[in-house]
């Protein structure tokens, strides 16, 4: 089974700031990744997914990159809505990562 | 719009069975797979149960395995959960997900809110 480990497990940022997480797998996925983003009491949403392709309605400062091993989720400027968690994973049947938090 | 709505949570004992299900509007509904997806209170995401857009093909995690059971009713534009022998460790918010395409695994594009099983005695 693949897994997947991100980091950092917390993210301490302020508004403007960029983010930028990572996930990890245990051995190559090629590109085949999502990003998920929840907020508390919210079911996840869809960011990326294929790594790098932001889901219909996602805004820009969303992005994804990575191919095999080594993925990474960029926030350009964090808007206040941004503060959530945020899962990788390989595909739907796959387990998740266990999480960045990122927090004002 | 694309919805999904949960329901048939609640507290059951040990030992006991629940069956959830998942009403979805706006899309075309037996055009896409659809999972299960649960999350325990304070913890992360637990993928559980998939299947193929015509219910031919079923996935479910180990941990649920031989235990639950997914089903669909496109004609009722609806998926089940059926959960048997529940465990403490079950108890977790239960989310039903849509997949981008029909043959599932793929990645959840839509979730519904979910709905909240607990199990205790």
């Known amino acids: 089974e693949i897994v997947l480990t991100q980091s950092p497990a917390t993210l301490s940022l302020s508004p403007g700031e960029r983010a930028t997480l990572s996930c990890r797998a245990s051995k190559s996925i090629s590109n085949y990744l999502a990003w998920y983003q929840q907020k508390p009491g919210q079911a996840p949403r869809l960011l990326i997914y294929?790594?790098?392709n932001r889901a219909a309605g996602i805004p820009a400062r969303f992005s994804g990159s990575g191919f095999g091993t080594d993925f990474t989720l960029t926030i350009s400027s964090l808007e206040p809505e941004d503060f959530a968690v945020y899962y990788c994973?390989?595909?739907?049947?796959?387990?998740f990562g266990g999480g960045t938090k990122v927090e004002i | 719009q694309v919805r999904l709505v949960e329901s048939g949570g609640g507290v059951v004992q040990p030992g006991r069975s629940l069956r959830l299900s998942c009403v979805a509007s706006g899309f075309t509904f037996r055009s896409h797979g659809m999972h299960w997806v649960r999350q325990a209170p304070g913890k992360g995401l637990e993928w559980v149960a998939s299947l193929w857009y015509d219910g031919s093909d079923d996935s479910y995690a180990d941990s649920v395995k031989g235990r639950f059971t997914i089903s669909r009713d496109n004609s009722k534009n609806t998926v089940f959960l059926q959960m048997n022998s529940l465990r403490v460790e079950d108890t977790a918010v239960y989310y039903c997900?849509?997949?981008?395409?029909?043959?599932?695994?793929?990645?959840?594009?839509?979730w519904g809110q979910g709905s909240l099983v607990t199990v205790s005695s």
């Open positions: 994973q390989q595909r739907a049947n796959w387990p």
């Open positions: 997900a849509r997949d981008v395409t029909p043959y599932p695994p793929n990645y959840f594009d839509h």
């Open positions: 294929d790594a790098s």
